[in-house]
């Protein structure tokens, strides 16, 4: 059966000075594609729900924004994400790195982009080659890809899969696409559990993540136990 799969991130991927952010974090969401138009009916309920309270329907529904938002705030991520895990086939997968633990100076210098595409690589080669995931169509948000002439994202990800597929004798269907996250529910889907597990290791708040915790399938923690 194929898998759809939802690429986010939360933090940021930069080791300059200037960063704000201590950890860098990629989640995926998997999910049977039989049941990928659950994630879009549970989520249109839930939208229409805060709309009707008052949100401005022309703006895009973030777990970030409705936080700050006090009349919406953590109750409403709490009912969005409490919905979301019903569903039977998804799972959540992530790869999280405390980059004040990375000491490589190659690796910290290099272009922009290439410790993203790094990491990405390592959760989705796991999911695939240790999971199962042999015939999956990966959609991420077109707005955070592809920000300079070095980073090809696509194609290092399709070098590094189907080059291992190579190795390892096996046949892999694989598929990836940029769409715009205002247009695709599992890409808002995705947000609120990045959200909900960078807000955990970033923040120390994990009344969001232990919501999930029964959906999760890979957790990859680099350099962030004390």
Same mark, same amino acid.
């Given at each position: 059966?194929?898998?759809?799969l939802f690429? #986010?991130?939360?933090?940021?991927?930069?080791?300059?000075?200037?960063?704000? =952010?201590?950890?860098f974090l990629i989640t995926i969401l998997s999910v049977d594609s039989?049941?990928?138009?659950?994630?879009? #009916? =549970?989520?249109? @309920?839930?939208?229409?729900?805060?709309? @009707?309270?008052?949100w401005d329907k022309t703006k895009e529904l973030k777990a970030y924004d409705l936080y700050r938002n006090k009349k919406y705030?953590?109750?409403?991520?709490?009912? !969005?994400?409490?919905?979301?895990? @019903?569903?039977?086939? %998804?799972?959540?997968?992530?790869?999280i790195v405390n980059k004040d633990k990375i000491t490589n100076e190659s690796f910290k210098n290099a272009e922009y982009g290439i410790a993203y595409n790094y990491f990405t690589g390592v959760i989705l080669s796991?999911?695939?080659?240790?999971d199962g995931f042999h015939n999956l169509y990966l959609i991420h948000d077109i707005r955070n890809k592809e920000t300079h002439s070095k980073k090809?994202?696509?194609?290092?990800?399709?070098?590094k899969i189907l080059g291992k597929a190579l190795e390892k004798g096996v046949s892999i269907e694989i598929q990836i696409e940029g769409l715009a996250s205002d247009k695709c529910y599992g890409l808002s889907a995705v947000d609120f559990f990045s959200w909900a597990i960078f807000r955990k290791f970033e923040h120390s708040d994990d009344r969001f993540y232990n919501l999930?915790?029964?959906? %999760?399938?890979? @957790?990859?923690?680099?350099? !962030?136990?004390k």
């Open positions: 059966m194929m898998k759809r690429l #986010d991130e939360s933090g940021e991927c930069s080791f300059a000075q200037s960063s704000n =952010c201590k950890h039989s049941e990928n138009e659950i994630i879009k #009916d =549970c989520l249109k @309920r839930k939208f229409a729900g805060l709309i @009707r309270k008052g705030g953590a109750e409403s991520i709490k009912e !969005v994400i409490q919905s979301l895990v @019903r569903i039977k086939s %998804l799972e959540i997968s992530y790869l796991e999911l695939v080659f240790e090809y994202f696509k194609e290092h990800l399709e070098t999930l915790v029964g959906k %999760l399938k890979r @957790r990859r923690e680099w350099y !962030v136990k």
